[in-house]
């Protein structure tokens, strides 16, 4: 990765958090311990805060709000993400909360260059749908976030529905919307099991994690 | 060609439907886990020439509904549990004066303010009325946010229908997941509602109002609302029965519940246990003459699941009516039980039968 810090934003259910929790875990190989901040205030469901435990066990530390305030949905940014993205010298991924959420970057005033700033985008996704949409959601982010961003991750998925061709479909969607804001399109993102039919592609196979509890793997009931 | 699909959130895809079947006018406040719904609205009201509007309070959002609803218009509020309490007593004015609508309650933890996690614990104020007087309320109880698009197009029609308020219950976790839907095409009615408050230009003037000081008259008031909802129960009650053919053991649950304990249902098929599941899409009425035909049938035990401490197990023994045991497990204070969980109670109960 060309940064050590990188920003994860896009609407919300874009898939940020899966893309941020694989980003930190390929980070774990280094000298030094991978930073994910958990900066979404923005729903207080399916954030990276909750897979803490099993983060921190595989070798990332989950940087969310103290005590019991991280299970809130309260405006709070722990002191130490704020530390981490301005003077941490090891690897930094920033979760950072959909549309809106955003703005808790705005309040940062990062210098350009000192980051990678990643729009993950579902063209799947209602409000992302067209590359119209996804460009005027990434000139607002920009705007919202002050910051630059330095390129998109194509996630195009229908949850359990997804097949290789629907990737490829959203593909050529994110790269269209890419080509008219002049950046690169620099992965996709698919569930794990889809990846041996996605050949020829720069690609982060997902482990997803943020599942609803009727999803369980049958192991789990065993 | 399968149809289009999106990929939406519950709250949203909630948002979108009652935009489809042709609600103009939303009146809300902000309270998690359903605030995406407002935010949903705020933004696409405009586009389709529709009013939303942030009330100060989950009460004036209520009486603003009362009084759009007053007008024939099709209209809308949401909350969650808290809110929800609040709205009791505009709920009870709107049944008072038979005006239709229709009452998100996106639940969750309680009492009081309690956390923003998700439950099902205002089954009671929901079924049972939460408010004051004698009164009924269809409500209507998604387990996926395709059903939660359907079921909101059915809940306008059908209170358009009866002149009544429609609850559209979930909870947090149906509100904050996204899954594929597509939207089906909606045919709005544009039926003359004789009763609306239009403008009293060249006809006689028509009142709506709950207040009716002769009591033989609010008697008389009362019987005709009685019989609506006795047409309701009649007509009305929604469930679906999963593999309860040659069921030993039969699991009861709504929403969120129901689809977790689905998977444990299937679990336990795996292992060869004689296990089925039926879901109350009604909440009320109340589904419980095919629990009736389920025990007279042979299904020796129930299960009733809950995220709360027992509540909707109270209408499940009186359809059961002791012709078969019930048993409950429920999870409390916006915990969310796992289909392992579900699966070790089943085995429990089943291998104590051996």
Request: proline share 6%; net charge negative; charged share 20%.
């Amino acid at each position: 990765m060309k940064a050590a810090r990188t920003l994860l934003l896009g609407h919300f259910g874009s898939g940020k958090t899966e893309v941020a929790i694989f980003l930190a875990l390929s980070l774990c190989a280094g000298q030094k311990r991978p930073m994910l901040l958990d900066l979404d205030f923005i729903t207080p469901y399916y954030r990276s805060r909750d897979v803490a435990d099993e983060l921190a066990a595989a070798g990332v530390e989950v940087v969310r709000p103290a005590g019991e305030l991280w299970r809130s949905d309260l405006p709070v940014v722990a002191a130490r993400a704020v530390q981490a993205l301005t003077a941490y010298d090891g690897p930094v991924v920033a979760d950072v909360g959909g549309g809106e959420g955003a703005r808790v970057l705005g309040s940062m005033r990062l210098s350009p260059g000192t980051y990678e700033a990643l729009m993950v985008v579902n063209p799947y996704r209602s409000g992302t749908e067209s590359p119209e949409q996804v460009v005027g959601y990434a000139r607002w982010l920009e705007e919202i976030g002050r910051i630059r961003l330095t390129g998109l991750v194509n996630n195009a998925n229908l949850g359990p529905l997804t097949r290789p061709e629907h990737v490829l479909e959203g593909l050529a969607q994110v790269e269209e919307a890419a080509r008219r804001l002049n950046l690169p399109v620099r992965w996709t993102a698919v569930r794990a099991d889809l990846a041996d039919a996605l050949p020829g592609l720069d690609l982060l196979p997902l482990t997803l994690r943020m599942r609803p509890p009727w999803e369980a793997p049958a192991s789990a009931l065993l | 060609m399968e149809p289009m699909m999106t990929m939406m959130k519950g709250n949203e895809a909630l948002g979108e439907a009652a935009i489809r079947a042709g609600c103009r006018f939303f009146f809300g406040y902000p309270i998690t886990p359903q605030s995406e719904l407002p935010a949903y609205m705020a933004r696409r009201m405009p586009e389709v020439g529709g009013t939303f509007l942030q009330a100060e309070s989950e009460l004036a959002a209520v009486n603003m509904l009362l009084g759009a609803a007053a007008t024939g218009v099709r209209a809308m509020t949401s909350s969650s549990s808290p809110g929800y309490s609040l709205k009791q007593e505009g709920i009870s004015y709107m049944i008072g004066s038979q005006l239709p609508c229709v009452v998100v309650n996106i639940m969750r933890g309680g009492p009081g303010l309690g956390n923003i996690q998700p439950s099902q614990s205002d089954y009671f104020q929901i079924v049972k009325g939460g408010g004051h007087g004698d009164y009924r309320m269809i409500a209507l109880a998604p387990a996926a946010v395709q059903e939660l698009v359907d079921l909101t197009i059915l809940a306008f029609d059908l209170a358009d229908f009866y002149r009544n308020p429609v609850a559209l219950v979930g909870d947090g976790l149906l509100g904050q997941t996204m899954e594929p839907v597509s939207f089906p095409p909606v045919k709005t009615t544009d039926d003359d509602k004789d009763w609306a408050l239009t403008g009293a230009h060249n006809r006689p003037k028509r009142v709506i109002t709950s207040l009716e000081l002769n009591p033989e008259n609010l008697e008389a008031h009362n019987r005709v609302l009685q019989a609506k909802f006795a047409a309701m129960e009649e007509r009305e009650a929604r469930w679906e029965e999963y593999r309860c053919e040659d069921a030993e053991l039969v699991v009861v649950a709504y929403g969120t519940s129901a689809r977790i304990a689905r998977a444990a249902v299937d679990a336990a098929r795996n292992m060869g246990l004689r296990v089925g599941l039926y879901r109350p899409i009604t909440l009320w009425p109340f589904p419980g003459e095919g629990l009736t035909r389920l025990a007279e049938q042979g299904v020796r035990r129930f299960l009733d699941v809950e995220m709360s401490s027992g509540q909707m197990v109270e209408d499940v023994k009186l359809a059961v009516l002791g012709r078969a045991r019930v048993d409950f497990y429920g999870r409390l204070g916006g915990m969310v039980p796992t289909p392992r969980e579900i699966l070790g109670q089943i085995q429990e109960l089943m291998g104590g039968e051996a």
